[in-house]
Every structure is written in structure tokens, then in C-alpha cells.
């Protein structure tokens, strides 16, 4: 029972001590400052402590019991310290705020309070995961350490008394202040932003690492000693690395002090790591808003990192001079990095102008002292200038806004005198520095560059000098072409252009590579910035590239070459194009190159292609081109000359309908440019990968056309004719691009739309076509009356690749309609795209059922009389070729065709009494009978019609052997003599007719002349044949004889020793004639085959 009341009389008093605290706390934070200060410096000894109704003096006095109560009982003061850190995060930056300080510095006056307070202060940022107190923390923190700012005037000594020792505890706390600001960022674009507590982290950190850094242990001496010592360090030039000449100073200096201070440099070293991870993350944030103090930040990191690993390997020398060394370079340098890393720094607007003047005094005092120094001094000297510019890129980067621009108009000059003096540095680090502050003298900004920004006056002062630097192939040139490159970028001041490339472009080689690097620069910047040069500018720097690429110095035209194709083509591929005719090899090549980068750059661009066509169709915009060619000849091989590249580009090609549309339709708008139509034959092969794309745009033109009108005949010589020619010639030019095999698709609805399905069902698509299709539009075309008669032609030969099943049937079914109306035009038509087809189709054209039905026609046509050169003797012609062709395709075929069977039946019903010759019906035996038969044979022309077969219709079919003769494949040569030449050879002498007899020579003539060796075995009986008709014949059969004669006397070896008993009687029979009264042309002939005969 005792114990319980025990137990509720501590936590009865517990309670009314927390309650007290609380007032105290209250009473102390919301008093105010002065008041509060004046308190503390007239507090008696220990007054009677009043719980209740605490007064001020009491509420300090049952603080300070309390704290070292707690100390005693080693208990937590977070209900002194929390309300603490909630009060300085609540009056951050205010004046009403330093009560948390004047309390602190007060308690740490007692050596057990001050251990009591701070490490429970130290602990609390681990123990509470809180951010409202880890901010609050941080800021508290802060403020003890930058404590001569705000505690200067006070009596108590606290806070500086016990400043080593704090330090040292809240460097326990800096791996987890580091973390906060490691992890406390937030992604925005391509940028990284910081938090509010990684901030207020990140600039605790830099207070604890400068005030680490600061020269000896100046806050734990007097005032006057703290004084002298500043002031001292800030009149002394800073000096990175000790020179020789000032050794014993240094020396000296070191043993009066004995490194006073050194352990807490030592204890900054230790944090190296820290150090470096805190800058990097401070690169990040200031990436996107602070571009120029991000960049000497990068320096900064690199610098540090340097450090870490040239004296990683004195870490276990404890006593080590170089260790010595490094830690003080290290504390040298990080008062300033430190000081000018803040992200909030309320101290920095007061501070910049003498920091700015500090470090101007440092650039010009190193330059002109250590210029002419040793190496181990100038070296020193070197690194003492990059820490000064990098302070000064620091504090430049860190102004914004108005402070920048005020700064740049009072510091400006100064500032382009001491940097510009750096560029002539062999250093390429400091160079690079002192451009990035030059480039912000310059545009006037420290952030992102904009239009406005250059400032034109400065840039006229300082390009003389720039230019001089331009001269020599070095660093500062490549620093300053880098400058110029920018500025030229963003200002509308083409005159400072002008004067860099009218210095550079004329100059030596060095110049010259300078100038071409300038160029690079600037079409790299314009191409990653938003904003645009205009046309003049670039126009200026595409001739300039066009003269480079012609330079000698392979290393100036190369890179050149490499530049062209980035520009907009409209500036540079007509000059371009004109370079690849130069008579240079070297010009030439390097053009050839460049061109075909610049169309790979744009292959998905056609208007470059189109601009490229432009270029080669119209030689008169293109002066160098008319002049490279000599006659039509040369402008063809010119123009080849550029073609022959295109399929390098047209590999590079991904989607062809981006380009195939636009090109068709520049071919259907300049319906008479031949180039256009060559270039689509050089890719005719993308032209297939998208031929319903392409068939859809020839239908989609052709319909747009007017339709020749009926009874009014196209006019050639109007020069509208001319035009509506190429016009209705042009989607026909097209189809006539497309490779064979894409006709062959009976499903492309484009093609064929529905013929194939009504051609099985339906005639009607036989008299009429569809307009819909290109099939349809081939065959309207190929005959139609008043069509141009180019046009006709070139239709009815595109006709002849539509597919057999579709096309025969439509011609077979027109050719017998034109032939009963006798409509020359439609008959020759429909025979050029039969014969077409035989050509394109082979075994499937002949084999089609409706091709007896086209022999048929061909059979009644070469019935007609005729006279040479009129309509139907042409027809005729048209159907010889027909029929040589259909025999071609018959002894091709290497197997029966199921279908010929039909059409050798029919040929042999056609013949109404049939000689012992025929044997088998085909168009071959068709051929030879009605050649060699007797004069009574007739041909049926229809179930009631025979009609008697004249000698011209059996001339006819010595024709067709003669015209077969010319195009009969080399495969089926061997079996073409052998199932001809013998039946004819058996045959003439029994012919009565002479004009028929001289016919068959004639067929002989073309065999051996066409077929050569094959005729060997009939070699000896050709040769009767032709001594026969020289001796007995008409003047026609000599006439024929004696080529037959020549023709064997010009064959092979073996079909001269065959025949070379017979040659004598030839001989003898020759001069006979020669001497005999014949008519002249026969002896003229026989005269020469003598001479010919005597000779071998």
C-alpha cells in the first residue's frame, strides 16, 4: 500500500514538473529576446524556486535544474529540446526568433549541461522519424554552428567555449544528414529537384564542413586573438600548394602554431566521401536552374575525387607530410566551396561584391606572379587560378535575376579582362572554366540561353581579340571557336559571323580547320536549341561548306562532307548535285559520298527527293550542269551519274508509300519529265512492295481525266496535244515500272476488281471493261479509236502482262469482233498485246482454250488482200509475228499442255483435206502444210465458209517460219530445226510455185544465218537448194540462192568442211553466171559470192 502511494506521489510529481516545464519552456521562447538576454546576463545565485506563477528569473533557473538533473539521471531532454526545435523552425529567417540561441548559449556555459543538451540534441535526429522535427533539427543546427551571426554582442560564452566539442558531436550525425539529402530528391523531366528537408540537410552540412575547415581554433580564444586572426587569413593571397621561395614562412608559421586546429581539418578529411556524395547531389539540383554553378560543381566533384585518390595512400600515416599537405589543401579550399555551395544563405547578398573582388585580385595576382615561375611554383600557381575560377563560376552561377544583371554591368570589363587572358592558357581545365564564366559575361545570363541574352556591344570590344586567338590549332582556339559558335547561335548579329568566317576562310590551313570546326559547332547547337537561325545565316554557311569540300586538305573536305548532309538540302543539293560532274576525281568522289548522306538523313523526307529530281530536270537553273554536257548524249550520262547513287539511299528507305505517293504525283504533275520516270525505274522493286498503293493512285489520277471525245482525233503538232499526250501517257509509264510478277496476283482488287469472277459467269465484261481497275484501264485504252496512237501502243504492250486468264479471253473476244468489222486499229492492238503476253506468259498464254479462237482471227486476216505499207498488210505483219511467236511457245512447252490438245484438234478441222504431212495437229504442222501443200488446199472460215488459200497466205507462213527463225529461244532451237527444216527441205522441189519456192529459200536462209551450227546435218542438202535455184530458178529463187549460198559459205568450220565438195561445182556454176546474160543484180551478187569462194 505504501509502495502504490509512492508510485502515484513520483508520478504525481512527474506530471506537475512536465506541466511546470511546459509553462517555462512557454514563458522563455515567447519572451522577448532582449528582455530575455538582459535576464540571463543580471541572473543571481539560486532564488526560492516558485512552481507555481514562475516568474522569468525563475523559469531560467528551474531550466537549468532541470537539465542537470536530467544529466545526472542520464533521462532524455526531448521536452526541452523539441519545443526548441520547433520554435526555430517556426521563426526561421525571423528577428524574433534567437531565443533558442541566447537559452543554449547560456546552458552550455556548464560543462554537464552542454553534454546533457547535445547529445540528446544528437540523438534526437535518429530516434525521432519525423521530417517536421528533422527539419526543424536541421535548422536548429545550423544556427549553433553559424553562432557568430547571431550571438556576437552576447555576454555568455557558451556556444564558443564549447564550439570544437559541438562539432565535433554533430559530425557523428553526418552520414544521416548525408542520406536525407541522398535520397531527398524529386524527378521533374530530365532534372532532378530537392526536397525542403534535403535542402535545409544540405546546407547544414556545408555550415558543419566550413566551420571544420576554418584556420585554427579561432572561437576558443579571446575576441581581440579571433579578431586579429581573421583578418589576417582574409588579407593573406591564398596559396594552394606552398611555393619554394615561401617555405620558411610556411615552416615558420607551422611551428609557432603546431597546426592549431589540424585535428578538426583531420576530422573534415575523414568526411571526404561525404563531401563528394553532397556535391554531386547539389550538381543534380542545380542542373536545370543553375546551369553555370552547376558546372564549376562538376569541377568541384572532380577536384575532390582527385584529392581522394592522390592521398588514399597516406591515410595510415599518421605523421605523414603529403597527409598534412592534402588536409590543409583540402580545408583551404572548402572555406570558400563551402561558403558558396549554400542553397539558402541569408549572408550572401551582403558578401558577393567583396567575394567577387576577392577573387578577380586572386586570377590577376597568380597570372602575373607564377607566369614565369618554376614548374613546381607554376603548378601551384595553376591550381590556385582553377580554384579561383571556380569560386568565381560559383558565385557568378549562384546571382539571378537582377543581381546578375547588375553585377555584370558593374564587373563586366573586369571580368572579360582576367578571363580572357586565361584562354591563352596551355591548360585545358582552366580554359575550360574561363569559358563557361566568359560565355555568361558574354550572354549576359547565367542560365539557359535565349535570343535576347547576347550582348552584341561586348562582343564587338572582344572579337579582335577572340580572333587572335583563331590563328593556331590549340586549345584556347577550339575553347574560343566553341564561344563564338554559341553566340553566333542565339544573336541576330550576322556581322559578327561575317567577320569570323571572312577571317578564318581565307586564311592558312589551321585557320581554315578553325572555320570548318566553327561551322560544326554552330549546325550541332542550332540543331539542339529551339531556336532557328535564319535563311541568310544559312545559306552563308552552305556555300561556305560547298567551297571546303573542294579544298586540297583531305582532312577540311572531309569534314565538310560530314556537315552537308545536316543542312536544310534546299541550301546545298543543287550545288551538290552540280560538284558530282567535276572532272575531279577527288571532288567528285567526295560529292558522290555526301550526297548520299544527305538523302539517307532525310529518307523519310520525299520532298528532298523531289528537290533532287528538280535539280536534274532542269539543267537550265543548274548552269554547271549544261555545261557538263556536251549534246544529249553527255546530259544522259551526267544525269546517270547521279541515279547510279539512289540505291545506296533506297536501302536506307523503311516505309516506301511515304515516298511512292508524292513521287507519283510529281511524275502526274510534269507528265513530260523523263527523269522522274527513270528514277522510278531505279526503284521499281519498292515500287512492287506497295502496288496497291500504287495502282490506286493510277486509278485515282486516270479518273480525273477526261476521256478523248469521239470523232475527234488527237493533234500531235498543238502544243496542248503534246501535253495531253504525257498525260495520258504517264500512269501508263508507271505500270510500266512495276515488275512482271505483280500481274500475276488475280486477287488484287486494284488490278483486276472483279474480272476474274464475271469472266466465269458473265460476257458482258467482255464488251465493256471497268474503269475501276487497272486492268480495265489498260485494255480501254490499248482500244480505244481516239486514243493517241502512242498511247494505244504503249497500253496494248502493258496489256499483254495482264494475266492469261483475264486477258485472253477479252482479246480473243475483241480481235473476232474487230475482225469482222474490219477495224484495223483494234486488230493490231489486240495482236501486240496477244503477242505480248506469248512473250511475258509463254506455256500459260498458249495453253488458254480462247487462243484457237485468236488463230482463228489471224487465219481469216492473212486471207485479206493486201498491198505493202497499207493498214492491212500491218495487220498481217501483227499476226505473223502472233503466230511465229505461238509456234516458239509451242516447242518450248516440255510436256502436253492439256488444253493444246483442243487447239491441235481444232487446226487440223480447220483443214478441210489434209496431206500425208500432217501428222500431228499443232501450229507448227498448221505452218508447214499450208507452206509446202498443193495449190488446192482451202481453209474453213467458218462452219459453212471454205475459202481457197491463195500463194500470198502461204507466203504468209514462210514469213511466219522466218520471223520465228528471229525469235526462237535458245532452248528450243535444236528441235525447231530438226521438226522443220527437213519437212521443207523434202517439200520444195515439189512446189510449182516460184514465188513460193523463194519463199521456203528465204526460210532457209534465215535458219542458217539465225541458227548456225544446228543446220550442219542438212548442211550438204541446203546447199543442193541453193545451186538449184541459181542454175534453174526464177531471178527471185537466184536472188535467194545466192544469199543461202553466202549464208553457208559464213558458217562454222564444220559446216564448211561438210559442204566443201560442193563449193566446186558452186564455183564453176558461179562464173557461168557471171559471164551469162542474167539480170545485173543476180551477176552482181553471183560476182561476189566468187570472190568470197576463191578466198578460202
Given at each position: 500500500?505504501?509502495?502504490?502511494?509512492?508510485?502515484?506521489?513520483?508520478?504525481?510529481?512527474?506530471?506537475?514538473?512536465?506541466?511546470?516545464?511546459?509553462?517555462?519552456?512557454?514563458?522563455?521562447?515567447?519572451?522577448?529576446?532582449?528582455?530575455?538576454?538582459?535576464?540571463?546576463?543580471?541572473?543571481?545565485?539560486?532564488?526560492?524556486?516558485?512552481?507555481?506563477?514562475?516568474?522569468?528569473?525563475?523559469?531560467?533557473?528551474?531550466?537549468?535544474?532541470?537539465?542537470?538533473?536530467?544529466?545526472?539521471?542520464?533521462?532524455?531532454?526531448?521536452?526541452?529540446?523539441?519545443?526548441?526545435?520547433?520554435?526555430?523552425?517556426?521563426?526561421?529567417?525571423?528577428?524574433?526568433?534567437?531565443?533558442?540561441?541566447?537559452?543554449?548559449?547560456?546552458?552550455?556555459?556548464?560543462?554537464?549541461?552542454?553534454?546533457?543538451?547535445?547529445?540528446?540534441?544528437?540523438?534526437?535526429?535518429?530516434?525521432?522519424?519525423?521530417?517536421?522535427?528533422?527539419?526543424?533539427?536541421?535548422?536548429?543546427?545550423?544556427?549553433?554552428?553559424?553562432?557568430?551571426?547571431?550571438?556576437?554582442?552576447?555576454?555568455?560564452?557558451?556556444?564558443?567555449?564549447?564550439?570544437?566539442?559541438?562539432?565535433?558531436?554533430?559530425?557523428?550525425?553526418?552520414?544521416?544528414?548525408?542520406?536525407?539529402?541522398?535520397?531527398?530528391?524529386?524527378?521533374?523531366?530530365?532534372?532532378?529537384?530537392?526536397?525542403?528537408?534535403?535542402?535545409?540537410?544540405?546546407?547544414?552540412?556545408?555550415?558543419?564542413?566550413?566551420?571544420?575547415?576554418?584556420?585554427?581554433?579561432?572561437?576558443?580564444?579571446?575576441?581581440?586573438?579571433?579578431?586579429?586572426?581573421?583578418?589576417?587569413?582574409?588579407?593573406?593571397?591564398?596559396?594552394?600548394?606552398?611555393?619554394?621561395?615561401?617555405?620558411?614562412?610556411?615552416?615558420?608559421?607551422?611551428?609557432?602554431?603546431?597546426?592549431?586546429?589540424?585535428?578538426?581539418?583531420?576530422?573534415?578529411?575523414?568526411?571526404?566521401?561525404?563531401?563528394?556524395?553532397?556535391?554531386?547531389?547539389?550538381?543534380?539540383?542545380?542542373?536545370?536552374?543553375?546551369?553555370?554553378?552547376?558546372?564549376?560543381?562538376?569541377?568541384?566533384?572532380?577536384?575532390?575525387?582527385?584529392?581522394?585518390?592522390?592521398?588514399?595512400?597516406?591515410?595510415?600515416?599518421?605523421?605523414?607530410?603529403?597527409?598534412?599537405?592534402?588536409?590543409?589543401?583540402?580545408?583551404?579550399?572548402?572555406?570558400?566551396?563551402?561558403?558558396?555551395?549554400?542553397?539558402?544563405?541569408?549572408?550572401?547578398?551582403?558578401?558577393?561584391?567583396?567575394?567577387?573582388?576577392?577573387?578577380?585580385?586572386?586570377?590577376?595576382?597568380?597570372?602575373?606572379?607564377?607566369?614565369?615561375?618554376?614548374?613546381?611554383?607554376?603548378?601551384?600557381?595553376?591550381?590556385?587560378?582553377?580554384?579561383?575560377?571556380?569560386?568565381?563560376?560559383?558565385?557568378?552561377?549562384?546571382?539571378?535575376?537582377?543581381?546578375?544583371?547588375?553585377?555584370?554591368?558593374?564587373?563586366?570589363?573586369?571580368?572579360?579582362?582576367?578571363?580572357?587572358?586565361?584562354?591563352?592558357?596551355?591548360?585545358?581545365?582552366?580554359?575550360?572554366?574561363?569559358?563557361?564564366?566568359?560565355?555568361?559575361?558574354?550572354?549576359?545570363?547565367?542560365?539557359?540561353?535565349?535570343?535576347?541574352?547576347?550582348?552584341?556591344?561586348?562582343?564587338?570590344?572582344?572579337?579582335?581579340?577572340?580572333?587572335?586567338?583563331?590563328?593556331?590549332?590549340?586549345?584556347?582556339?577550339?575553347?574560343?571557336?566553341?564561344?563564338?559558335?554559341e553566340y553566333c547561335s542565339i544573336s541576330s548579329d550576322t556581322q559578327c559571323l561575317g567577320e569570323i568566317l571572312k577571317r578564318l576562310i581565307s586564311g592558312n590551313v589551321s585557320q581554315k580547320r578553325n572555320a570548318v570546326d566553327f561551322i560544326s559547332d554552330l549546325i550541332h547547337m542550332s540543331m539542339q536549341s529551339d531556336t532557328v537561325l535564319p535563311p541568310p545565316i544559312w545559306q552563308h554557311l552552305s556555300c561556305h561548306l560547298l567551297e571546303f569540300l573542294q579544298d586540297e586538305q583531305m582532312v577540311i573536305s572531309t569534314q565538310a562532307s560530314s556537315l552537308i548532309p545536316l543542312i536544310d538540302p534546299s541550301f546545298t543539293l543543287p550545288a551538290l548535285v552540280c560538284l558530282i560532274y567535276s572532272p575531279l576525281e577527288r571532288v567528285h568522289s567526295l560529292a558522290s559520298g555526301t550526297l548520299i548522306a544527305l538523302l539517307k538523313n532525310y529518307k523519310h523526307n520525299p520532298d528532298v527527293i523531289c528537290l533532287l529530281l528538280d535539280c536534274l530536270s532542269k539543267p537550265s537553273e543548274n548552269p554547271d550542269i549544261c555545261d557538263a554536257a556536251d549534246g544529249v548524249e553527255g546530259k544522259k550520262t551526267d544525269i546517270d551519274r547521279v541515279l547510279k547513287l539512289l540505291p545506296e539511299w533506297s536501302k536506307m528507305v523503311e516505309d516506301w508509300k511515304v515516298m511512292i505517293g508524292p513521287l507519283i504525283d510529281k511524275l502526274f504533275a510534269e507528265p513530260s519529265n523523263a527523269v522522274i520516270v527513270r528514277f522510278l525505274s531505279s526503284i521499281s522493286e519498292h515500287l512492287a512492295s506497295a502496288t496497291d498503293f500504287v495502282f490506286q493512285r493510277i486509278i485515282s489520277y486516270s479518273r480525273r481525266q477526261k476521256d478523248p471525245d469521239e470523232g475527234v482525233y488527237p493533234n500531235y503538232d498543238a502544243p496542248e496535244g503534246q501535253i495531253d499526250l504525257f498525260k495520258r501517257l504517264c500512269p501508263l509509264l508507271v505500270v510500266r515500272l512495276l515488275p512482271l510478277q505483280v500481274f500475276n496476283d488475280l486477287n488484287s482488287s486494284a488490278l483486276y476488281d472483279e474480272l476474274p469472277t464475271k469472266l466465269a459467269h458473265d460476257d458482258e465484261c467482255l464488251r465493256t471493261q471497268s474503269t475501276e481497275c487497272v486492268a480495265g484501264l489498260l485494255i480501254n485504252r490499248a482500244l480505244s479509236k481516239f486514243e493517241f496512237e502512242d498511247v494505244r501502243r504503249l497500253a496494248a504492250e502493258l496489256c499483254g502482262r495482264i494475266h492469261p486468264k483475264v486477258l485472253i479471253p477479252i482479246m480473243s473476244y475483241q480481235l473476232k469482233n474487230a475482225t469482222s468489222a474490219k477495224d484495223l486499229l483494234k486488230i493490231k492492238a489486240c495482236l501486240f498485246s496477244i503477242c505480248t503476253s506469248l512473250l511475258v506468259n509463254g506455256t500459260d498464254a498458249y495453253a488458254h482454250p480462247d487462243m484457237f479462237w485468236i488463230c482463228k482471227a489471224t487465219e481469216t486476216i492473212l486471207l485479206w488482200p493486201s498491198v505493202d505499207g497499207d493498214d492491212i498488210s500491218k495487220a498481217q505483219h501483227g499476226c505473223i509475228d502472233c503466230l511465229a511467236l505461238m509456234l516458239c511457245t509451242e516447242l518450248q512447252a516440255t510436256k502436253a499442255v492439256k488444253n493444246s490438245i483442243s487447239i491441235e484438234v481444232c487446226f487440223e478441222q480447220s483443214i478441210v483435206s489434209s496431206g500425208d504431212s500432217l501428222t500431228k495437229g499443232s501450229v507448227c504442222s498448221y505452218v508447214i502444210h499450208h507452206l509446202v501443200c498443193g495449190e488446192d488446199i482451202s481453209v474453213m472460215l467458218g462452219r459453212n465458209e471454205v475459202v481457197k488459200a491463195h500463194h500470198s497466205f502461204r507466203l504468209c507462213m514462210a514469213n511466219v517460219l522466218i520471223s520465228a527463225c528471229q525469235k526462237v529461244p535458245c532452248a528450243s532451237k535444236k528441235p525447231f530445226v530438226s521438226k522443220i527444216l527437213p519437212r521443207v527441205l523434202h517439200s520444195v522441189e515439189e512446189i510449182a510455185n516460184s514465188e513460193v519456192r523463194s519463199a521456203c529459200i528465204q526460210v532457209f536462209f534465215s535458219m542458217v544465218y539465225h541458227l548456225k551450227s544446228l543446220v550442219l546435218p542438212y548442211s550438204s542438202d541446203l546447199l543442193k537448194v541453193s545451186i538449184k535455184s541459181l542454175r534453174e530458178g526464177s531471178e527471185k529463187e537466184r536472188i535467194a540462192g545466192a544469199k543461202l549460198l553466202a549464208s553457208l559459205m559464213a558458217s562454222e568450220e564444220a559446216v564448211l568442211q561438210k559442204i566443201s565438195g560442193g563449193l566446186v561445182d558452186a564455183r564453176t556454176l558461179l562464173q557461168d553466171i557471171c559471164s551469162s546474160d542474167l539480170p545485173l543484180d543476180v551477176r552482181k551478187m553471183c560476182q561476189r559470192l566468187l570472190v568470197c569462194l576463191t578466198s578460202l
Open positions: 500500500m505504501e509502495e502504490d502511494e509512492q508510485r502515484q506521489q513520483v508520478s504525481e510529481s512527474n506530471s506537475m514538473t512536465s506541466a511546470t516545464l511546459g509553462r517555462v519552456m512557454n514563458t522563455l521562447l515567447t519572451c522577448k529576446p532582449k528582455k530575455l538576454q538582459e535576464t540571463i546576463s543580471h541572473l543571481e545565485p539560486s532564488p526560492k524556486i516558485a512552481p507555481i506563477g514562475v516568474s522569468l528569473v525563475q523559469s531560467l533557473w528551474f531550466l537549468s535544474k532541470y537539465v542537470k538533473d536530467a544529466a545526472e539521471k542520464e533521462s532524455y531532454l526531448d521536452q526541452v529540446l523539441v519545443p526548441m526545435i520547433q520554435h526555430s523552425l517556426r521563426f526561421t529567417g525571423s528577428k524574433h526568433g534567437n531565443q533558442v540561441m541566447i537559452l543554449l548559449n547560456w546552458l552550455f556555459e556548464d560543462e554537464i549541461s552542454f553534454q546533457a543538451l547535445a547529445n540528446d540534441l544528437k540523438s534526437i535526429l535518429s530516434r525521432k522519424e519525423d521530417r517536421y522535427i528533422s527539419l526543424g533539427w536541421c535548422t536548429l543546427a545550423r544556427s549553433l554552428i553559424e553562432f557568430e551571426v547571431t550571438m556576437d554582442k552576447l555576454v555568455t560564452r557558451g556556444v564558443r567555449c564549447r564550439y570544437d566539442a559541438l562539432l565535433k558531436i554533430f559530425c557523428t550525425c553526418m552520414s544521416h544528414l548525408v542520406s536525407i539529402v541522398y535520397d531527398g530528391s524529386t524527378v521533374q523531366g530530365e532534372f532532378e529537384l530537392p526536397t525542403r528537408l534535403s535542402v535545409a540537410a544540405a546546407d547544414l552540412v556545408l555550415s558543419l564542413t566550413e566551420a571544420l575547415a576554418r584556420t585554427n581554433s579561432v572561437f576558443n580564444c579571446s575576441d581581440d586573438k579571433r579578431k586579429a586572426a581573421a583578418t589576417g587569413e582574409r588579407n593573406l593571397p591564398v596559396m594552394l600548394l606552398p611555393s619554394t621561395p615561401t617555405k620558411k614562412k610556411v615552416n615558420n608559421i607551422s611551428k609557432s602554431s603546431d597546426y592549431e586546429g589540424m585535428e578538426m581539418k583531420l576530422l573534415l578529411w575523414d568526411h571526404l566521401d561525404n563531401l563528394i556524395i553532397l556535391v554531386e547531389r547539389l550538381t543534380a539540383w542545380s542542373r536545370k536552374s543553375r546551369p553555370l554553378h552547376a558546372k564549376a560543381l562538376e569541377r568541384v566533384c572532380k577536384w575532390l575525387r582527385g584529392m581522394q585518390e592522390n592521398y588514399i595512400h597516406e591515410q595510415t600515416k599518421a605523421d605523414s607530410e603529403m597527409l598534412k599537405r592534402g588536409v590543409l589543401l583540402l580545408s583551404s579550399c572548402w572555406k570558400h566551396y563551402g561558403m558558396l555551395l549554400h542553397l539558402e544563405d541569408n549572408k550572401f547578398p551582403q558578401q558577393y561584391t567583396e567575394l567577387l573582388e576577392q577573387y578577380l585580385s586572386g586570377i590577376q595576382f597568380y597570372a602575373d606572379n607564377y607566369a614565369e615561375e618554376s614548374p613546381r611554383n607554376k603548378e601551384s600557381g595553376r591550381e590556385t587560378i582553377i580554384f579561383f575560377l571556380n569560386c568565381l563560376a560559383l558565385l557568378l552561377g549562384r546571382l539571378h535575376g537582377k543581381q546578375f544583371e547588375t553585377t555584370i554591368e558593374e564587373y563586366g570589363s573586369r571580368l572579360s579582362e582576367a578571363i580572357i587572358s586565361q584562354l591563352n592558357s596551355v591548360d585545358d581545365e582552366v580554359i575550360d572554366s574561363s569559358l563557361c564564366i566568359f560565355k555568361a559575361v558574354i550572354f549576359r545570363t547565367n542560365s539557359s540561353l535565349s535570343k535576347h541574352s547576347a550582348d552584341i556591344r561586348q562582343i564587338n570590344v572582344l572579337l579582335p581579340m577572340l580572333l587572335d586567338l583563331l590563328d593556331e590549332r590549340d586549345s584556347a582556339a577550339k575553347a574560343v571557336i566553341k564561344l563564338l559558335a
